[in-house]
């Protein structure tokens, strides 16, 4: 089953709190959406990605992505910021920094 993106009802706006202007938007996806895309993961593991792609690589991938984060913090940071009004230096520090961490910043959930 294809993802679909045409279905306008189901748009996500992040809007900046402070100014009320959208930052961006994002289509969300319906559960027959997150369905067809579990299955694909399964499936490309089961096949291609998981037989194919050591446990070294995949975690040589996401100490890339951890890196690619870390190199654009500052920019990340800036987009939190605008996004939920927090300050980009607790943003950068506290959000970032636990994302490259891959832990919890905030266990709470504030």
Known sequence: MPLTY???????????????EVICSVVS??????????????????TTWGKNVTGFE????INKLADLIESHAQELAELESLNNGKPVRIARWWRMKSSIEGTDPDPQGF
């Open 58 to 61: 995949r975690s040589r991938l």
């Open 6 to 20: 045409d279905r306008v009802d189901t748009e996500y706006r992040a809007v900046n709190p402070a100014t009320e």
């Open 29 to 46: 996806a319906s559960p027959m959406d997150i369905d067809a895309a579990v299955a694909a993961a399964r499936q490309a593991f089961r």
